[in-house]
């Protein structure tokens, strides 16, 4: 029980507070305490000085006799047993006394005290329940007087004492209920916050967090937490949508297979039959599996596995590699690819596959959009703060429901329906140029060709 209460904040708060409490009154009382015993002594010795005042002139007035009458007189008015007064001659003779026991019982006489000074002490004697403050004046005529009353501080201390201990239990254990309430009361927002996270937990996705009055901090926790159920719900949709397409993708080719096996078996075909039908499953296949390694290549990308090896790349030979590459099939179709780089080296730290992989699909596709005859132009600038590569092309355009979404996994254009392809392209383009801490964008008016432009820091 201990333990736990000791492992919630709640509890730790409340301790803490407890202590502060304690200590703070603790502290406050033994400060108090020092100044009273402080006060009170310095009373005592004023009111001793001031009865020592009043005895010398009272012996100077009427001798002897007038100072025994004065110490019968107050010795009574005080209480006999709360003050003592008596006179001792140089030699140390008592001459005058108040005349209780209490003298014969005292020990402490001051030996030297020089003419005209005084001495304090504080005696205890067991027959009296209090000690008792003495002092000792030495007279110009070398006589002793001496003047005590009882010290009865010790029971003003002894009550303050015992008020302040009900005092402190009182401010502990209301201090203690208080501390317990603001701990609870400051905690409330994030119990509030962890059932609407164990509500997440339990399946339900799309309920965030209520904005409320819960405090700065708590209500920070609770916009992270619902950006981050929101991205996370965003991910399981991705993922959702992502394995449909994957399935779906994969289904078509196997279907198509299987299809073309089975008419040929079930068609008494002859030998050029199962060639073609061989060469069918070997081209599905190579599909399916450049398909699959993509889809892999792409999940290691993002999820940071597969580490892409940055080295000095010339990404301007880079390019002129990939046209020339692409050069016989853009000529096929007698399409133009002009190629603008200036004459200088484009050097940066990049990933000399990915980065050839990045160009081959922003020219793939290029190419298969653009019409017949059309233009490819391939350009290359340096920018203050890195390099920036473009292609643009003169074919259809992407139209701007679809901008948003073609460097998404398996995304297709309506349009390109009839164009092979699997929609993974640019999402690989988008990925590999986020490794490369670059962007790629796309403008297009929807109609008068496509410009896909890659920003790559130097
Ligand atoms: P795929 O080319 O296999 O369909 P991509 O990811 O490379 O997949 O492209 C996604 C979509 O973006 C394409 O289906 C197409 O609609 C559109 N797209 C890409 N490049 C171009 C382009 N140069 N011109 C017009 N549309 C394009």
Not at 106 to 120: H, T
Not at 129 to 150: H, K, N, S, V, W
Not at 284 to 299: C, H, P, W
Request: aromatic residues 6%; charged residues 25%; proline residues 3%.
């Amino acid at each position: 029980m201990r333990k736990r209460i000791v492992s919630t904040v709640c509890g730790r708060l409340t301790l803490s507070y407890t202590l502060l409490f304690g200590l703070l009154s603790l502290a406050a009382f033994v400060l108090v305490y020092v100044h009273i015993v402080g006060d009170l002594n310095q009373q005592t010795d004023d009111r001793l000085r001031a009865t020592i005042r009043e005895f010398t002139k009272t012996r100077e007035d009427g001798g002897l006799s007038g100072l025994q009458e004065e110490f019968d007189r107050e010795s009574t008015a005080a209480g006999k047993e709360r003050s003592f007064f008596r006179l001792l001659d140089p030699k140390g003779r008592p001459v005058a006394s108040s005349g209780q026991r209490v003298w014969q019982e005292l020990q402490w006489l001051p030996a030297r005290i020089p003419a005209g000074s005084e001495q304090f002490k504080r005696l205890r004697i067991h027959e009296l329940e209090y000690p008792i403050r003495i002092i000792a004046t030495r007279l110009e005529d070398g006589f002793l007087l001496q003047a005590g009353i009882i010290d009865d501080k010790d029971e003003v201390l002894e009550s303050y004492r015992e008020t302040f201990s009900t005092a402190f239990f009182l401010i502990l254990v209301l201090g203690g209920i208080g501390a317990y309430m603001i701990a609870r009361r400051a905690m409330s927002g994030v119990r509030e916050v962890t059932e609407a996270a164990g509500r997440i937990a339990a399946g339900d996705l799309d309920q965030p967090i209520s904005k409320g009055n819960r405090g700065e901090e708590i209500e920070a926790l609770a916009t992270m937490f619902n950006t981050m159920q929101k991205r996370v719900s965003g991910l399981i949709g991705e993922l959702k949508a992502v394995i449909n397409n994957v399935a779906h993708d994969l289904r078509m080719p196997i279907t198509r297979m299987r299809g073309v096996a089975e008419t040929t078996l079930t068609r008494n075909a002859n030998r050029e039959s199962y060639r073609n039908m061989a060469v069918t499953v070997i081209e599905e296949s190579d599909r399916l599996v450049s398909q699959i390694n993509t889809i892999l290549e792409l999940a290691e990308i993002d999820a940071g596995i597969r580490v892409l090896a940055m080295q000095k790349v010339d990404l301007a030979e880079i390019v002129r590699m990939a046209v020339e590459l692409y050069l016989p099939a853009a000529e096929e179709r007698d399409i133009t690819l002009s190629v603008q780089i200036d004459d200088q080296p484009y050097t940066l730290s990049g990933n000399q596959d990915g980065l050839q992989r990045l160009l081959a699909n922003l020219l793939d596709n290029a190419i298969k959009f653009t019409p017949d005859g059309g233009k490819i132009d391939i350009t290359l600038t340096a920018e203050k703060d890195g390099v920036v590569l473009s292609v643009a092309d003169n074919g259809p355009g992407i139209a701007k429901e679809d901008k948003e979404h073609i460097f998404d996994r398996f995304y297709r254009g309506d349009t390109s329906r009839s164009i092979s392809g699997n929609g993974l392209g640019l999402a690989l383009v988008k990925a590999i140029a986020r490794k490369h801490n670059g962007s790629v964008v796309v403008h297009s008016d929807g109609k008068n060709g496509s410009c896909f432009v890659v920003k790559l820091p130097q």
